[in-house]
């Protein structure tokens, strides 16, 4: 059974940075591709960042470009999302999932790990 468990989360001031984790228990890690979603109070899901399964293509939300970074290690079967620069607006409950090559859909998901940007 896939299981995707989140870290990292926090309070965070405006500006300030913040990098989550993900660790995921599938053996064969390198046959998914990766991202990170995140869903605000009323808002819907959106992907923040989204990295290929050998890491070579990375993929982020307009808004994120340049502040986020998203990393992968197949040895460690883990996941990272390095956030700089944090808006309030970031904050969301922030979700790790995978997606099998060749697929449209993502899934499993992780539980989330709650990221709160305020000063």
């Known amino acids: 059974q896939v299981q995707l468990v989140e870290s990292g989360g926090g309070f965070m001031q405006p500006g300030g940075s913040l990098r989550l984790s993900c660790a995921a228990s599938i053996r064969t890690f390198g046959w998914f591709a990766m991202g990170w979603f995140r869903q605000a109070p009323g808002k819907e899901r959106e992907i923040v960042a989204s990295?290929?399964?050998?890491?070579?293509?990375?993929a982020y939300a307009d808004s994120v470009k340049g502040r986020f970074a998203i990393s992968r290690d197949n040895t460690r079967n883990t996941v990272s999302l390095q956030m700089n620069s944090l808006k309030p607006e970031e904050t969301a409950v922030y979700y790790c999932?995978?997606?099998?090559?060749?697929?449209?859909?993502?899934?499993?998901w992780g539980q989330g790990t709650q990221v709160t940007v305020s000063s």
């Open positions: 990295i290929s399964w050998n890491g070579g293509t990375t």
């Open positions: 999932a995978a997606k099998v090559l060749g697929t449209t859909d993502w899934g499993p």
